[in-house]
T-cell receptor, first 112, second 117 residues
Framework: QKEVEQNSGPLSVPEGAIASLNCTYS??????FFWYRQYSGKSPELIMF????GDKEDGRFTAQLNKASQYVSLLIRDSQPSDSATYLC????????????FGKGITLSVRP | DTEVTQTPKHLVMGMTNKKSLKCEQH?????MYWYKQKAKKPPELMFV???????INESVPSRFSPECPNSSLLNLHLHALQPEDSALYLC????????????????FGPGTRLTVL
């Protein structure tokens, strides 16, 4: 049974702070990792994807992957109230069809 | 352009009705997905189509019937649903890169909010 675990949350940070969202996964064969942001009542929106160990930066967002520790994280620098949402970690494994396993999500609240 | 469209945005139906949800993408993606999402839960995979063929059915009840008329369109036919089927139904698509499927990235549509009375 493949599992993806995220901190239960909710997470609250002040505006301008760094928000750190963490995710662990159980399947060592997993090769690609995704972070989706979901605003209340809306659909998931892709924020970042990462395949290789290390850091990947895109604007205020940095994804970090450590396959040895089976750990992936998302850092949001200079957090804004508009970042307040649920963040879903998703992991897929090689195969003919991409099948994502989602974590339960963590709700981030950025206080003005 | 990473747009997936879904219609309708909202649907209210009775338990004896038959209705359909529609999804469309024009990104040239060859894999399309249906997910169900209940409040405060992650999306739950229902079906996967790859190159217009059903490749995954996650043991979904037969009252949900998917159809992929062509590579851009995906339908979900609904019949005799139960109130517990009320949820946000999400369509997604991805390139389905064959041997490099591990790089495949799914893009979601806006969803259809379904209420079964």
């Amino acid at each position: 049974q493949k599992e993806v675990e995220q901190n239960s949350g909710p997470l609250s940070v002040p505006e301008g702070a760094i928000a750190s969202l963490n995710c662990t996964y159980s399947d060592r064969g997993s090769q690609s990792f995704f972070w989706y942001r979901q605003y209340s009542g809306k659909s998931p929106e892709l924020i970042m994807f990462i395949y290789s160990n290390g850091d990947k930066e895109d604007g205020r967002f940095t994804a970090q992957l450590n396959k040895a520790s089976q750990y992936v994280s998302l850092l949001i620098r200079d957090s804004q109230p508009s970042d307040s949402a649920t963040y879903l970690c998703a992991v897929n494994s090689p195969g003919a069809n991409s099948k994502l396993t989602f974590g339960k999500g963590i709700t981030l609240s950025v206080r003005p | 352009d990473t747009e997936v469209t879904q219609t309708p945005k909202h649907l209210v139906m009775g338990m004896t009705n038959k209705k359909s949800l529609k999804c469309e993408q024009h990104m040239g993606h060859r894999a399309m997905y249906w997910y169900k999402q209940k409040a405060k839960k992650p999306p739950e995979l229902m079906f996967v189509y790859s190159y217009e063929k059903l490749s995954i059915n996650e043991s979904v009840p037969s009252r949900f019937s998917p159809e992929c008329p062509n590579s851009s369109l995906l339908n979900l036919h609904l019949h005799a649903l139960q109130p517990e089927d009320s949820a946000l139904y999400l369509c997604a698509s991805s390139q389905d890169a064959g041997g490099r499927a591990w790089t495949d990235t799914q893009y979601f549509g806006p969803g259809t909010r379904l209420t079964v009375l």
